[in-house]
């Protein structure tokens, strides 16, 4: 069994769960489309499907099936020779402009660049660093909550620590207060009271510098604890 198999059985199944969710009115079709991973339009073209012929509406009718776009392999490889054998001193972008005007080459530039790359003739260019993208708040309260820490001189003179604990979801505050210096007891201590208040949460997110895993460097990637 495929990886791509399993995973749409794995859907499926998440599906209907979601669906019957819905048809009770337990979720929108928002919520539910947010909690599947997917748009409301889509929730609602799968619920079609579903309603219409069942579990087999919503098999992937593309598994199995080659793409109507794929490059031809015999192409590929005839382009890739042509660079190792002729070009392999070029950049990307002349060969490319080169095997357009001399050799008939019909690809775009990207396909061409990938298709090097792949093949272990032209290098990864190094990544860039993100751009940072806003995060859409989740659907339904409990899913995530969200501790921020921040400094500063709340009243004249003084200079405290604020540690907040809210839902992700509605933006409604369970745990705020003051402290002389932020730390890991502190943070617990917010958990715990939204906790007692609440109950358990499916997730959290705080900042990268927070007391809840390691970063190695700044920048770099942060380790759990055991």
């Not at 495929?2 to 979601?18: G, K, N, Y």
């Not at 272990?120 to 899913?143: D, T």
Request: glycine residues 8%; aromatic residues 10%.
């Amino acid at each position: 069994m495929t990886r791509a198999t399993v995973l749409q059985e794995v859907r499926q199944m998440r599906f209907e769960v979601l669906y019957e969710r819905r048809q009770r009115r337990e979720v929108t079709m928002v919520e539910a489309a947010a909690m599947l991973g997917v748009t409301e339009r889509t929730f609602r073209r799968w619920s079609d499907r579903y309603e219409a012929e069942g579990v087999a509406g919503l098999q992937d009718r593309r598994l199995g099936r080659a793409s109507g776009r794929a490059v031809p392999v015999d192409e590929a490889l005839r382009m890739v020779t042509l660079y190792q054998t002729q070009y392999t001193d070029w950049t990307v972008k002349h060969f490319h402009e080169h095997w357009h005007a001399e050799h008939g080459g019909r690809r775009s530039y990207t396909w061409t660049k990938q298709a090097l790359q792949a093949a272990g003739q032209v290098a990864h260019a190094p990544r860039r660093e993100a751009h940072r993208k806003k995060r859409p708040r989740k659907p339904l309260p409990g899913m995530m909550r969200h501790q921020d820490g921040s400094t500063h001189e709340w009243v004249p003179g003084c200079q405290w620590d604020l540690i907040v604990t809210l839902d992700d979801a509605t933006t409604e505050l369970y745990s705020a207060f003051f402290v002389e210096e932020e730390g890991t007891l502190s943070r617990f201590r917010g958990l715990q009271e939204v906790m007692e208040r609440k109950g358990l949460f499916s997730s959290l997110y705080t900042d990268r510098g927070a007391h809840y895993w390691h970063t190695d460097a700044a920048g770099g990637g942060s380790t759990r604890p055991g």
